[in-house]
T-cell receptor
């Protein structure tokens, strides 16, 4: 069984400020972890992913996330927020299901607002 | 195609009616997924196809939901006797193989009135 908890359904930051979106996961097997972004009326876009290897993962648009096994966390950060970062962000965990299908389990999402 | 295409983008139907939602995956992608995203929630897995066969349908909520992919490309999600609780955005995704990055379509917003 696997699950994802995103702390804070809404986060507001000022333009230029640090972005921190929190994600904690639960998985009975070594997890693959993902962050997706969803802009209004658009599909989910992959920001970054952790599979194996380096625990600090860099993604698109200046975002990065660090896998911390001891804390079961995969928080998303960006040093300086831009107005175009305003969107909904989803953390997801993946593992092989019974049908050998790699299905994703998503968190409930965090709506990021960037204030001018 | 350039990306995953879903049609229609919006569908309004009356309670009890039958609906079909279509997904055109990226050309050549063998894996295809359906997810449902209810208001204020993250997407929830429904079903996964590898080629023409449903490799995992454990997420389908009940027997009113059915999906097909007869030629291993386009998939149709079918919902019988729709209920108001079926209202959600239905997302389709495809990937070149089962364990590679999945690309999502824009979704079909289904409203049951």
């Amino acid at each position: 069984a696997q699950s994802v908890t995103q702390l804070g359904s809404h986060v507001s930051v000022s333009e230029g400020a640090l972005v921190l979106l929190r994600c904690n996961y639960s998985s009975s097997v070594p997890p693959y972890l993902f962050w997706y972004v969803q802009y209004p009326n658009q599909g989910l876009q992959l920001l970054l992913k952790y599979t194996t290897g380096a625990t600090l993962v860099k993604g698109i648009n200046g975002f990065e996330a660090e896998f911390k096994k001891s804390e079961t966390s995969f928080h998303l950060t960006k040093p300086s927020a831009h107005m175009s970062d305003a969107a909904e962000y989803f953390c997801a965990v993946s593992s092989i299901s019974s049908g050998s299908a790699r299905q994703l389990t998503f968190g409930s999402g965090t709506q990021l607002t960037v204030l001018p | 195609g350039a990306g995953v295409s879903q049609t229609p983008s919006n569908k309004v139907t009356e309670k009890g009616k039958y609906v079909e939602l279509r997904c055109d995956p990226i050309s050549g992608h063998t894996a295809l997924y359906w997810y449902r995203q209810s208001l204020g929630q993250g997407p929830e897995f429904l079903i996964y196809f590898q080629g023409t066969g449903a490799a995992d349908d454990s997420g389908l909520p009940n027997d009113r939901f059915f999906a097909v992919r007869p030629e291993g490309s386009v998939s149709t999600l079918k919902i019988q006797r729709t209920e108001r609780g079926d209202s959600a955005v239905y997302l389709c995704a495809s990937s070149s193989q089962a364990n590679t990055e999945a690309f999502f379509g824009q979704g079909t917003r289904l409203t049951v009135v």
